[in-house]
Every structure is written in structure tokens, then in C-alpha cells.
């Protein structure tokens, strides 16, 4: 499953068992729906609320020292509840700008997802009542994911630039390393399972081989690293930079040191998941091997989608600051 993918997936906590949790220690047990937020002319509903916060409810009780529960959860909430009157306030500014999304235009989204991760549409739908939530949810979270994008394209993309100077800098910093022996250069994809059963971890297992033998047959690792990883490197390309031997995790020293240059390891299980590795250099230095004209446009894309998520929040600051927005939580 890609990053994205799951990530959404993450949401579907069902909410009957949240609510039930979140007022355990109330008289009443009873859920009474109420408005919490006004933004312009659209509301938002408590149950809107918990619907959106549940995964970080549910662990907030489930983790968080007993007396610090009560207080976690109001600024939780507080977080929570500004995120919905920004996803409003989006919404609100497209409608007006004229910009939507066609039936057509989500379908061909959710069918892309759906294929990017080997699915049948059957299994979709398995995965989706698996996870608690349903494809009209799932559906609402791609929508307005392709609504953001499409104002940042119209709001943002024209406004930056990224100069070649800024590409060269960004080149010599990270790239242009002074040659440093036992120092390894890894590229890393992992993968986890949904939950502690054998049959779970197999099933990881299985999709981690799949990759593995992509990666081996000469697909690019980067771009494997960034479909498939569930680890924070997917959007450097599984590119977790230069290590000494005495900086590895137990179970990278394993394995990472008996590697040659461009071999990917075998796939390891982690704490974390299943992870397996290329090793780049085990010199360190990377402008050998990645020239300034190999990783340019690389840069230039990674530097442009900074700069314009960069923008895009001072935007959306913008707009909330213009917007009325009452607060009756």
C-alpha cells in the first residue's frame, strides 16, 4: 500500500467507538449533535469533530498518562478544529473561484489509486470495510485533495520560482559531500503490517518481496521508494543519507557493511515493519555518483513543491484571516 493510500486509510477509525470512549467518564453517555464552529455561511457539527479526530482520540486515551488525558484531548480538539475551518474555508474560496471536481475527474483519481496499489476494485472496497470507513468517505478525501492541488496550481504554481542558483546551492549542500571512508550512502523502502496477526505480517511480507524483486529486475529504486514506502525517506526516494557503521540501527549493521555499491539487500524485519536497502556508495561521496545535470530537475521539483506548500499555507492564512469564523466549542 503507498504512502498516500494509507495514509487516508489511517482516518477510518469508526466513530461509535470514539464517541463512546471520549464521553466514558461523562454521567451521561448519551451524544448530543451541536454546532462548534461558524465559517461564513457553513457550519461545524461536533460529530464532524469526532469523526475527524478519532484515530488521534483513540490513542490520545489509550497512551497519555491518566492525568494528562483531559488536557491532551482539549488541545487535540482545539488542533482538530482548526484544520476543519481551514478544509472549509478551502472549499468555500474554490466554489467561488468556480474550480470543482467532476464525477469523471474523481473516479479517474480513485481508479489510479486503486491500480497504483495492484488492486481489483473488489478488493478496494475489502480493504475500505476492513478499515471501518466507506468508499463515499474515501471518495470525500480524495475530492478534496484534487481541489487543493488544483488551487494551489491556480493560486500558487505561477507565483514561484526556483532559480538555478537556489538548485546549486541545494546541490552542494546535500549532494556535493567530501569523501568520508566507512561511511555508507543508503537508499531504504519499509513497509508495516495493519496489525499483529501472522496472516498480517505474510501479507507484508509478500508485498515487500514484490517490490524487492521490482527493484532488482532494474526498476528505479527512488521511484519505488516513493509509491510503495511507508517510511518518512519515501519522499526523498528512500534517500536517508550517509551513515557510519557505529551510526546504524542493530539491523542495518547486520547486513548494510557486507554490501557492495548498487546491491540491495535482502528484506530485514524491523521493529518497525519490513525494510530492505540499496547501498549507493560506501565511500560517501554522492557528487560521484550523482553529477549536478543528473539531479537538477529532481531538485528543482523538490525545491518548487516546498516552496509552493510553503506559500500555500500563508494563503490559506490569508483567506481565514478574511473569512468570519466563530468558535462555540
Not at 159 to 170: A, N, P, S
Not at 306 to 325: C, D, G, P
Request: hydrophobic share 40%.
Amino acid at each position: 500500500m503507498n504512502r498516500s493510500f494509507k495514509k487516508i486509510f489511517s482516518f477510518a477509525i469508526t466513530f461509535a467507538l470514539v464517541s463512546f470512549l471520549f464521553f466514558a467518564n461523562s454521567a451521561q453517555c448519551e451524544i448530543i449533535d451541536r454546532i462548534i464552529a461558524i465559517v461564513n455561511d457553513d457550519v461545524i457539527t461536533f460529530s464532524d469533530l469526532n469523526k475527524e479526530g478519532a484515530p488521534i482520540f483513540l490513542r490520545i486515551m489509550q497512551q497519555a498518562p491518566p492525568e494528562q488525558v483531559e488536557m491532551t484531548l482539549l488541545k487535540a480538539r482545539e488542533e482538530i478544529l482548526s484544520g476543519l475551518i481551514d478544509k472549509m474555508i478551502i472549499e468555500q474560496h474554490a466554489a467561488k473561484l468556480g474550480i470543482s471536481i467532476s464525477d469523471q475527474e474523481l473516479d479517474q483519481a480513485v481508479a489510479n489509486l486503486i491500480a497504483g496499489n495492484r488492486m481489483t476494485p473488489e478488493q478496494f472496497r475489502q480493504q475500505l470495510t476492513a478499515m471501518g470507513t466507506s468508499e463515499a468517505e474515501y471518495r470525500g478525501v480524495i475530492r478534496h485533495q484534487i481541489l487543493q492541488q488544483k488551487l494551489v496550481d491556480y493560486e500558487i504554481r505561477s507565483r514561484v520560482v526556483v532559480t538555478d542558483e537556489k538548485i546549486k546551492e541545494y546541490y552542494d549542500k546535500n549532494y556535493a559531500q567530501k569523501q568520508q571512508h566507512d561511511a555508507y550512502h543508503i537508499l531504504q523502502i519499509g513497509l508495516t503490517w495493519e496489525s499483529d496477526s501472522p496472516a498480517a505480517k505474510e501479507q507484508a511480507y509478500r508485498k515487500a518481496e514484490e517490490i524487492r524483486k521490482q527493484a532488482i529486475s532494474g526498476q528505479d529504486f527512488r521511484e519505488l521508494a516513493r509509491r510503495y514506502s511507508i517510511l518518512p525517506s519515501a519522499a526523498d526516494g528512500g534517500d536517508i543519507g550517509v551513515f557510519k557503521e557505529n551510526e546504524m540501527a542493530s539491523y542495518m549493521k547486520m547486513t548494510i557493511p557486507n554490501m557492495e555499491p548498487g546491491q540491495i539487500s535482502d528484506i530485514i524485519e524491523t521493529p518497525a515493519g519490513y525494510q530492505f536497502y540499496k547501498l549507493l556508495s560506501n565511500q560517501g561521496n554522492i557528487a560521484l555518483l550523482s553529477s549536478y545535470e543528473q539531479v537538477k530537475d529532481e531538485i528543482k521539483d523538490k525545491l518548487r513543491n516546498e516552496t509552493m506548500n510553503s506559500q500555500f499555507q500563508k494563503w490559506v492564512l490569508e483567506i481565514r484571516n478574511q473569512a468570519y469564523i466563530k468558535k462555540m466549542l
